[in-house]
T-cell receptor
Framework: NAGVTQTPKFRVLKTGQSMTLLCAQD?????MYWYRQDPGMGLRLIHY???????AKGEVPDGYNVSRLKKQNFLLGLESAAPSQTSVYFC???????????FGDGTRLSIL | RKEVEQDPGPFNVPEGATVAFNCTYS??????FFWYRQDCRKEPKLLMS???SGNEDGRFTAQLNRASQYISLLIRDSKLSDSATYLC?????????FGTGTQLKVEL
């Protein structure tokens, strides 16, 4: 019973490099979310999806893109990484938008 | 002003003590509320939902005051294992807004 799985767990990038973070859930949840967590800022919503094939912007979407080609997967892309994107990234999912969200264990990303 | 505000703490309490956290929210359109717990370098985990009538789960009691726009969490008989950061969360539509958390340290 894996729940929400994020890969990779850690990554160091150089400025300008690109990468994709993968989130997979096995709970048949419709809704999926990507957050970033920075000291003193709390969790902030980057992008979210209310179902397969849909995506929407959250509070801090600039510099990120997402895709939800399959219901169980939600990908977060950084096209040209910047030091300001150094953060801990969490993926979450929920059965419906009104239900509590279940989180993955995070990806620690450092951009040099 | 942040949409959800919490005292960052830390609250240092002895084992067995009762401790209470408050959280205020600014958007009256917020529809429901949760408390999440986050251990150091771990993911947030749902602790409990917060209902208008108040609700209890073992040693934990949550209250919502819509008129004053605040939420509270009471922990009785604190355990060492309760040491964590407690996140207050407000839902509006299908989005959650998280507070920055209140840190609790339970000591021997």
């Amino acid at each position: 019973n894996a729940g929400v799985t994020q890969t990779p767990k850690f990554r160091v990038l150089k400025t300008g490099q690109s990468m994709t973070l993968l989130c997979a859930q096995d709970m048949n949840h419709e809704y999926m979310y990507w957050y970033r967590q920075d000291p003193g800022m709390g969790l902030r919503l980057i992008h979210y999806s209310v179902g397969e094939g849909t995506t929407a912007k959250g509070e801090v979407p600039d510099g990120y893109n997402v895709s939800r080609l399959k219901k169980q997967n939600f990908l977060l892309g950084l096209e040209s990484a910047a030091p300001s994107q150094t953060s801990v990234y969490f993926c979450a999912s929920s059965y419906e938008g009104v239900q509590p969200q279940h989180f993955g264990d995070g990806t620690r990303l450092s951009i040099l | 002003r942040k949409e959800v505000e919490q005292d960052p703490g830390p609250f240092n309490v002895p084992e067995g003590a009762t401790v209470a956290f408050n959280c205020t929210y600014s958007n009256s359109a917020s529809q429901s509320f949760f408390w999440y717990r986050q251990d150091c370098r771990k993911e947030p985990k749902l602790l409990m939902s917060v209902y208008s009538s108040g609700n209890e789960d073992g040693r934990f009691t949550a209250q919502l005051n819509r008129a004053s726009q605040y939420i509270s969490l009471l922990i009785r008989d604190s355990k060492l294992s309760d040491s964590a950061t407690y996140l207050c969360v407000a839902r509006r539509g299908n989005k959650l807004t998280f507070g920055t958390g209140t840190q609790l340290k339970v000591e021997l």
